[in-house]
Each structure stands twice: as structure tokens, then as C-alpha cells.
């Protein structure tokens, strides 16, 4: 069993930037590929960028080129830069963790998930 946990939400301007953290404990995840996922309010739980056991990255079109997504498999610990923030990327931000052998978009792949931080951008 693999527990997460997302630290880093808060509220900022458009045009800021924030470093979401998700630290792993219980089972080691580093063999599992790793995601952060986000939902604003009414809307479902959308993809945002993935990183597999062996570093290759995906990202939802909407934050390429702004977010940044890397693991430190030393400390078990996924995280998401995030630049030039928007209001739309308003959300609750969840990082997941799935065993399957193709790095996935859709959350329902996902085994684990944290529990979610608020991020709020204002204009």
C-alpha cells in the first residue's frame, strides 16, 4: 500500500508560480509512474502531467511549456512546478500513482491518490 501526500497549494496572482510536492510513504512507489491530476469546482478530474518509473513526461496541452513535472526517487517524492499561472489552472491538485506498464492520462489506471491541495489563482 502506498500512501501520498500533496503539500505546496496556495493562493497566488496570475503570473506567479508554486511547487507542489507529493511525498510518498508505506510502499516504496519509485517503480510506479507517477501523475498529478486537478479539478476545479463542477468539473471532472482532469489530467495535467505524468512522469513514468523511468523519467519520460507527458502534459496536458493547457500547461505545457509552464508546468514541470520530476521525481526524486531518493526521497519517494513527485513534484510539480508550476509558472506563469492562469486563473483557469484554479484547482484542486491531486498526484496519483499507477504499476501499469504504459504511463496513462486517465485517472481511473490510478491505484493511489493523495488527498489534494487547493491552488488559487486570482487575476
Known amino acids: 500500500q502506498v500512501q501520498l501526500a500533496e503539500s505546496g497549494g496556495s493562493s497566488v496572482q496570475a503570473g506567479d508560480s508554486l511547487r507542489l510536492s507529493c511525498a510518498a510513504s508505506g510502499r516504496t512507489s519509485t517503480r510506479y509512474h507517477r501523475a498529478w491530476f486537478r479539478q476545479a469546482p463542477g468539473k471532472e478530474r482532469q489530467f495535467v502531467a505524468a512522469i513514468s518509473r523511468n523519467g519520460i513526461t507527458y502534459y496536458a496541452d493547457s500547461v505545457k511549456g509552464r508546468f514541470t513535472i520530476s521525481r526524486d526517487n531518493a526521497k519517494d517524492t513527485v513534484f510539480l512546478q508550476m509558472n506563469s499561472l492562469k486563473p483557469e489552472d484554479t484547482a484542486v491538485y491531486y498526484c496519483?500513482?499507477?504499476?501499469?506498464?504504459?504511463?496513462?492520462?486517465?485517472?481511473?489506471?490510478?491505484?493511489?491518490w493523495g488527498q489534494g491541495t487547493q491552488v488559487t489563482v486570482s487575476s
Open positions: 496519483a500513482a499507477e504499476t501499469g506498464e504504459i504511463l496513462r492520462r486517465t485517472p481511473t489506471y490510478y491505484d493511489y
